[in-house]
């Protein structure tokens, strides 16, 4: 219980910080809002976000707002805040029990630390778990704690990984290779495992049942469009131009799990993707060597060191690494800003670089300690009848508690940078579901003012404003959720296409025209009945 609760911690902290400065969801998070309103309209989004990774493309899937949706509903002002909290500290909680069903509760210290690390690295996923990069990767470290317990023998939570690495898959493009790997090769394990043991495959219909409602609405989009999200994903236009290789990939595993690693460094001071060139290719592919060859050695002396779960382990950080390697191998060169800058970045990108180099180091320390335990406690078998024997089954014991020890001063190491990284004087409102309060306010103004003058019914929008464009698309996209949330039917001037046809403006429509200028002192409002949209 204890780890569940470290691991929420950050969560409710974060949750209470962001409702206690004004939040309400503009930019992303209202696209992300809307499409979970609409999950019970008309208007049911069929794919995820639209990604940078790609032009008209969009991330795999929708469970996200479907998982939102409900929230939204009963809350439509603070409901993506508290839900998609909800939900990452379900997804924290699997990974937990996930790992705890493999090695007890050395395993969910374990587990709960790598969690807290990732959010201690980047505490954006506290304080914007709605954002799907963030809230993609929560369902991710379940997805491998999931993978690691089915593939060490406990087919019974196939389910879980198909449903957690579906959530991951769907909501970023970053996780879906190496989601849907582990989904897949969880269920060739655990199909070998029934076979051998002569047991029922209960467990694979219900995680097959479960992988056709997640990927029903991915799937009907592509069988009834004319080009479906999923084909333009898989033949790569999602990447389309030169991309950054084989050897950016391998750069990217080197800087996880080199000495000292990239995350080193606080996400969020990382402001270019670049960062990972750097580092070094070679020593990228020595990692990926040396860790497939300890994969193989352990998956055939399984019975030999009688540690399945050491082998599982192994196999999955190679996923994970392999992974890793061809998604930053197909990233658009084009895509990677040629200086930092904040307002055009993709080191959220980089979230994946921590756990990866985590789940090398702990198989490689693992494979260590274990090596070692077990030669102590033949050297103890061989002299049971001496003096000795007292003295090696003690190392033993020693050498036992000393790694119990270990993880947990790193779990609480963990908690420890988690909670400075939230609490440390300044952070937070670098974070935009902060630092957009002040956007937040000018849209509730301006949707209080348009229900005050005219009634329900299509709108089309325009904001004007001298300040650079994305101050636009904070008041639009902020303005079409919470309009759409009072009845009307919004359209924009810009920004539309990012939450689908049905809010893209055209040409000729008379409908009522809502004119917004920004200015330092506030929001001006022009309203024209009837008027075409040019």
Request: glycine share 10%.
């Amino acid at each position: 219980m204890a780890a569940h609760l470290a691991v929420w911690a950050p969560f409710a902290w974060a949750l209470t910080y962001l409702l206690g400065h004004g939040w309400r969801p503009v930019a992303d998070a209202s696209a992300i809002a809307l499409r979970s309103w609409n999950v019970l309209t008309a208007h049911a989004p069929m794919v995820g976000q639209a990604t940078r990774l790609g032009q008209g493309v969009f991330d795999p899937g929708p469970l996200e707002y479907w998982l939102l949706t409900v929230p939204e509903h009963l809350d439509p002002s603070h409901g993506l805040a508290w839900g998609a909290a909800l939900w990452c500290m379900v997804a924290a909680s699997v990974t937990i029990e996930a790992a705890w069903s493999v090695a007890g509760a050395l395993g969910g210290v374990v587990a709960g630390g790598i969690t807290l690390g990732t959010i201690a690295w980047m505490p954006g996923i506290a304080l914007q778990p709605f954002w799907n990069p963030w809230f993609g990767v929560m369902f991710l470290l379940a997805a491998l704690a999931a993978g690691w317990a089915v593939m060490s023998g406990h087919r019974r939570l196939w389910p879980a990984l198909v449903a957690t690495a579906s959530v991951a898959a769907q909501a970023h493009l970053l996780f879906a290779l190496i989601a849907v790997t582990l989904a897949v090769l969880g269920l060739v394990v655990g199909l070998a495992d029934s076979v051998r043991q002569r047991a029922g495959f209960r467990w694979a219909w219900v995680g097959l049942a479960a992988g056709l409602i997640c990927w029903s609405a991915p799937m009907y989009q592509q069988f009834t469009s004319r080009v479906g999200n999923l084909t333009a994903l898989l033949h790569g236009q999602s990447a389309s131009g030169q991309r950054t290789g084989l050897g950016f990939g391998l750069r990217a595993v080197a800087g996880s799990v080199d000495l000292p690693p990239l995350w080193r460094t606080p996400l969020q001071s990382l402001l270019n993707l670049n960062t990972i060139g750097a580092r070094s290719a070679v020593h990228g592919a020595l990692i990926l060597a040396a860790l497939a060859a300890l994969a193989a050695v352990l998956a055939l002396t399984i019975r030999a060191l009688r540690s399945r779960r050491l082998a599982a382990l192994a196999w999955v950080a190679l996923v994970a690494c392999l992974g890793s390697v061809v998604t930053y191998a197909n990233i658009s060169v084009r895509s990677i800003p040629a200086a930092p800058n904040p307002l055009n970045t993709l080191n959220y990108l980089m979230i994946v670089l921590l756990p990866v180099g985590l789940l090398c180091w702990l198989t490689i320390a693992t494979a260590i300690m274990l090596g070692a335990e077990r030669s102590l406690r033949r050297a103890a078998t061989s002299a049971a009848a001496s003096m000795r024997a007292v003295t090696v089954r003690a190392a033993a014991s020693r050498l036992v508690a000393w790694r119990g020890t270990q993880v947990l001063g790193l779990l609480a190491i963990a908690g420890l940078a988690a909670g400075v990284s939230l609490t440390a004087a300044g952070s937070a409102h670098e974070f935009p579901g902060v630092a957009d309060a002040p956007y937040a306010r000018v849209v509730a103004v301006a949707a209080r003012q348009i229900s005050q003058r005219i009634p329900e019914q299509p709108i089309a929008i325009t904001v004007s404003s001298p300040d650079p464009g994305y101050r636009k698309r904070r008041v639009l996209l902020g303005l079409a959720y919470v309009l759409t949330t009072l009845g009307y039917s919004p359209r924009l001037s810009q920004f539309g296409d990012e939450l689908g046809a049905a809010y893209v403006m055209q040409p000729g429509l008379r409908i009522t025209q809502v004119q917004i200028t920004l200015g330092p002192s506030g929001a001006a409002i022009t309203i024209t009945p009837g008027r075409p949209s040019a």
